[in-house]
């Protein structure tokens, strides 16, 4: 680690689109979190008419307490993998102003220490987090129903593109990063099967 350089953690669409300059990448995970696909997106994957879904991470703690009567999906730890970027001192403010656009739809930005396989600290890297409260942040939809968010994440699109893809982008980069994921993995399997069933209706 450098003076001069920071350190951002992706844990959604930065993993496969960052969309800004970094002199590294390493794959790192966040304690204390679940991935959940519990936040709307009016202004990427969805409409105003037809908010889309996107991932937030939630606190372990408060997903217990907003969620206390759990699926076999939610037995998936607390820790959530990603990508830790490292950015540039001369790329800093340009990322950062970037990023706060791109994730304006409910997220904030944090500091969180980051760690690697063996539970080595590696940094404190900046992660957008949405916050739980529907006071701050109006975009925060969760606990949803599994099943409902596939539906939803099937019909959706929005000036990013097909929410499918989101999802289907999401899951084909943990499975390149050799990583397990059984929330997103379940949610991409009837997201599917519902596509599927689409197409042999019509």
Known sequence: ??????YIFGYGSLIWRPGFPYSRRFNAYVKGFKRRFWQQSRDHRGTDEHP???VTIVPTAEFDTLQPKKEPHDEDGDIV???VYQVEDKDVKKCLDDLDIREI???HRTGIP???EGDILACEATLYVGSVSSLIN?????PEDIDKTA?????SVGPSGPNPEYLKRLADSLRSMSLHDTYIFELEK????????SLVQH
């Open 105 to 107: 739809g409910g997220y």
């Open 190 to 197: 009837l997201v599917n099967k519902q596509n599927h069933n």
């Open 114 to 116: 980051v760690y690697t």
């Open 81 to 83: 993998w990603g990508v």
């Open 138 to 142: 109006t975009e925060f939809i969760g």
């Open 52 to 54: 889309g879904r996107v």
């Open 151 to 155: 539906t939803i994440i099937s019909r």
């Open 1 to 6: 680690m450098t003076q001069d350089s920071i």
